[in-house]
């Protein structure tokens, strides 16, 4: 998962951007953006390059302007991803599973502040994370972009409706795998779900897309636009 195509097109990490703050919510170094009163939320699951990623913040801020307040944590522990550490054992010090619990903590926290409804929104390391939330009732919806390695044993235990957007250019959650689970999901019609895999586009491309590239900007954002659509539709 964190090999070099994760590491394509690294992002200039920036702890000042975006229109939000940090605070601390249920333990954690948290991006928040949006409305603090709202009751309808939703937790950005950061990839490996974590929660400082511009791009990341900007479309956390671009969701929150849809009424919802949107947290990004630092489920890394400040343990940021660099290439040099993929040979060095980054992902097995931070493995989904903690990922998950980690997200449940925050989530539990903010219902304990008057939220009513959570949706997740994954990122590749992110997208595993949120594939585990779905198994449970503690979210109203999940989206993946462009996914790590999910299995379909995995998928197969989602009860929650899930969007998953993959890139056709993509060695980490490939197109193949994408399908699978896009199989799995369909023999479950009790899950409501919605699978798209984007041409000519690479992993990481919804978060770490060229500005100079009218066709990875075009794509990016209607990935953007696909995974808005599905929040709002379960998280209201």
């Not at 969701?63 to 522990?77: I, K, N, Q, R, T």
């Not at 939220?115 to 503690?138: N, Q, T």
């Not at 969007?163 to 795998?177: K, R, S, V």
Request: aromatic share 8%; with cysteine.
């Amino acid at each position: 998962m964190s090999g070099p195509q994760c590491a394509h097109n690294p992002p200039t990490l920036d702890p000042a951007s975006g229109a939000g703050h940090v605070q601390q919510i249920g333990g954690f170094n948290t991006y928040v953006t949006g409305d603090q009163d709202s009751k309808l939320a939703i937790i950005f699951l950061a990839d490996a390059f974590g929660w400082e990623v511009p791009k990341l913040r900007k479309l956390a801020d671009k969701v929150a302007e849809s009424g919802f307040l949107v947290v990004v944590p630092d489920f890394y522990y400040g343990d940021k991803f660099t290439l040099e550490k993929a040979g060095q054992g980054w992902v097995d010090t931070h493995p989904p599973d903690r990922g998950c619990d980690d997200a449940r903590t925050i989530i539990a926290a903010l219902k304990s502040k008057g939220v009513s409804k959570i949706g997740a929104a994954g990122f590749c390391w992110g997208g595993m994370v949120a594939v585990r939330l779905a198994k449970y009732d503690c979210i109203e919806a999940a989206v993946v972009l462009h996914p790590g390695p999910i299995t379909v044993e995995e998928i197969n235990e989602v009860k929650t409706p899930i969007a998953i957007l993959g890139a056709e250019i993509d060695h980490i959650g490939p197109p193949e795998m994408v399908k699978q689970l896009e199989d799995v999901l369909s023999s479950k019609p009790e899950v409501d779900s919605f699978v798209k895999i984007f041409p000519g586009v690479g992993h990481g491309w919804t978060v770490r897309y060229n500005d100079d590239d009218e066709f990875e900007v075009k794509s990016a954002l209607e990935s953007h636009s696909d995974m808005l659509n599905w929040l709002t539709k379960y998280v209201k």
